[in-house]
């Protein structure tokens, strides 16, 4: 069954800092999605690749896909307090469903 | 524009009760998934529902856990003579069968 490893578990980074999140799958990706979770409350869908290479970004927060080593990695620049929260990377098997992987925290420190 | 509705948000139970989640999907969308959250925990696929028609329950406990998603009304998802381990938060998503998922804000379980 497919499997995703996200890298790291936890983060604390200070305000202003960059930083990366990865997401490995066993399996080959036919689609990725990066959703954001604030503690306590539902998922925010943020975006979805599905071609090799792919990269897209929304603000501060840029993901890309790299279909060949069956890896995303989730970048954030100069974060900001509101970044703090759980990032979840959904695969697409083309089974019907999303699979996730376990999540990264991340927390900020101002 | 409502978005994809859970209730109860916090649900008490005993051991022994059964414990009924409901979710309604955004409108026009057909196609129903949840999920559960154990803490520290990410999400685990439990089953994926289409109009009167589970299409995966792969990720479902074999005993005490149901689901439906009739034709009129919301999903349901139904467990049976809870245990403590069933407390998690159980997550609703919905899409229109392609592209992404969206979530509601979760049911939150606690199992006395």
């Known amino acids: 069954s497919q499997e995703l490893e996200q890298s790291p578990q936890s983060l604390i980074v200070q305000e202003g800092k960059n930083l990366t999140i990865n997401c490995t799958s066993s399996?080959?990706?036919?689609?990725l999605y990066w959703y954001k979770q604030k503690y306590g409350e539902g998922l925010i869908f943020l975006m979805m690749?599905?071609?090799?290479?792919e990269e897209k970004s929304h603000e501060k927060i840029t993901a890309k896909l790299d279909e060949k080593k069956q890896q995303s990695s989730l970048h954030i620049t100069a974060s900001q307090p509101s970044h703090a929260g759980i990032y979840l990377c959904g695969a697409d098997n083309r089974d019907d469903k999303i699979i996730f992987g376990k999540g990264t925290r991340l927390h900020i420190l101002p | 524009n409502a978005g994809v509705m859970q209730n109860p948000r916090h649900l008490v139970r005993r051991r022994g009760q059964e414990a009924r989640l409901r979710c309604s999907p955004m409108?026009?969308?057909?196609?129903v998934y949840w999920y559960r959250q154990l803490p520290e925990e990410g999400l685990k696929f439990m089953v994926y529902?289409?109009?009167?028609?589970?299409?995966?329950e792969s990720g479902m406990p074999k005993e005490r856990f149901s689901a439906e998603f009739p034709k009129e009304g919301p999903s349901i998802l139904r467990i049976q003579q809870v245990v403590r381990g069933d407390s998690a938060a159980y997550f609703c998503?919905?899409?229109?069968?392609?592209?992404?998922?969206?979530f509601g804000e979760g049911s939150r379980l606690t199992v006395l």
């Open positions: 998503a919905s899409s229109q069968g392609i592209g992404e998922l969206f």
């Open positions: 409108k026009g969308h057909s196609h």
């Open positions: 529902l289409q109009k009167e028609n589970i299409i995966d």
């Open positions: 399996k080959t990706l036919y689609g």
């Open positions: 690749l599905q071609k090799g290479g």
